[in-house]
């Protein structure tokens, strides 16, 4: 699994920042953290002029340049990015380039899909894994690369002359030297290698005040609030004694997996408050566990993501007395999730599968939810557009799986 920066011991400090109930707290520090270091560099700034204003003829042409560096300072704003680092920007931000997890998707979120004047090098060719590459592909298709898997070029960042590179805290640079060594301000962002934590809010604050789309960050925090809730109201009935059995197969995680890929906490069940099976072993993420342990446990829903479809399919037809002693299998109860896990979480697509699963697991409670319909409105909130029948032409759909076929 990939590194969490902020999965620490002594995290306090992003532990009080980003929690959810002190959200509003939080800005208001941010607020005045803007305040006070907009009051300094307007300080620095009048001592610069006031020096140059004191200094003889002669030591005033000799730093003229330096007036002029000053001068183009005061058009321009700092930013408290995702790594609580102050990051001067210029006013308007109109070209960038993105590195690692999250940066080039959220961005896709934020709508400022045209900004982006670089990319890294597998989001040239558009995949359904990645609806954010799908639907931006036309844009992609064509632009240069300025690195791979969170490993930027610095000189071919350079080459394409972005105003900001937008970095991910997965990414394998170092923001500060990074920014060295291009001259090119570098602003982190947390990225989410899940689904609704605290860091995808935190993202989408940092790229709304970067892009200048507070209010598209303030509607999708609002809107993604509001699926918590409608998750969380659906099954508020459901006491955790009656609540089936679920487990997991095929999850993606550094490359594909059969029966035994499975995760623990994963996002969509953990939206669900669902009985994952995976989350009794101690574990944390994705990983491979022994399949006999599943034939002990005999889930009453197996889901299974598409990604691993094909080695599940080969295992079915090399041993089918395993498959076929677990009740899931025997009763019927096994159901897609369409794969969100391609460079990390896709949040649109684990959505989209949580009220799948919601309707699968919780019948009568998701009653009133039509998932495609759901999947839809998703998509577009976050992506502008609905790719759900591109999914499903491609075989990516929502429906019961027998295995074998």
């Not at 069940?269 to 989350?279: C, H, I, M, P, V």
């Amino acid at each position: 699994m990939l590194m969490k920066a902020y999965d620490l011991p002594g995290g306090e400090a992003y532990a009080f920042f980003n929690c959810p109930l002190l959200r509003q707290e939080r800005d208001t520090v941010l607020k005045l953290l803007k305040k006070c270091s907009a009051l300094a560099l307007a300080l620095a700034l009048g001592l610069s002029l006031a020096a140059c204003s004191n200094a003889p003829a002669s030591a005033h042409s000799a730093t003229s340049p330096a007036v002029s560096s000053a001068s183009g300072a005061a058009g321009a704003r700092l930013l408290t990015d995702g790594a609580w680092r102050q990051v001067e920007l210029p006013e308007t931000v109109e070209r960038v380039v993105c590195v690692g997890v999250g940066a080039l998707r959220y961005t896709c979120y934020m709508g400022a899909a045209d900004r982006v004047v670089g990319v890294e090098d597998y989001e040239n060719e558009p995949s359904l894994t990645r609806l954010y590459s799908y639907v931006n592909g036309e844009k992609f298709k064509d632009l240069p690369v300025i690195g791979t898997n969170g490993s930027p070029s610095a000189e071919e960042i350079i080459a394409v002359d972005p105003q900001v590179i937008v970095m991910s805290e997965y990414a394998s640079a170092d923001a500060d030297d990074l920014a060295a060594r291009t001259g090119i301000p570098v602003v982190v962002v947390p990225g989410s290698d899940t689904t609704l934590d605290e860091k995808a809010y935190e993202t989408l604050r940092v790229l709304g005040e970067l892009y200048g789309l507070e209010g598209r960050a303030e509607e999708l925090t609002s809107y993604l609030d509001g699926i918590k809730a409608d998750l969380a109201a659906h099954t508020a009935s459901v006491p955790e004694t009656k609540r089936p059995s679920v487990y997991v197969a095929g999850v993606s995680f550094k490359g594909v997996h059969g029966f035994e890929g499975t995760e623990a906490h994963y996002g969509p069940l953990e939206l669900l408050g669902a009985n994952n099976l995976a989350d009794s072993t101690g574990q944390a993420g994705a990983f491979d566990i022994d399949t006999e342990q599943v034939l002990t446990w005999d889930p009453d829903i197996i889901f299974l993501d598409f990604n691993g479809m094909d080695l599940i399919n080969q295992d079915y037809a090399a041993n089918p007395d395993f498959y076929n002693a677990l009740s899931a299998v025997k009763n019927g109860k096994v159901y897609s999730q369409i794969s969100f896990r391609s460079y990390a979480s896709n949040l649109d697509t684990a959505l989209a599968d949580a009220y799948y699963a919601g309707c699968v697991i919780y019948p009568e409670q998701f009653a009133d939810v039509d998932p495609v319909e759901k999947a839809g409105e998703i998509f577009t909130t976050l992506l502008g557009e609905n790719p759900y029948n591109d999914l499903k032409e491609a075989g990516y759909e929502f429906r019961p799986i027998v295995l074998g076929k």
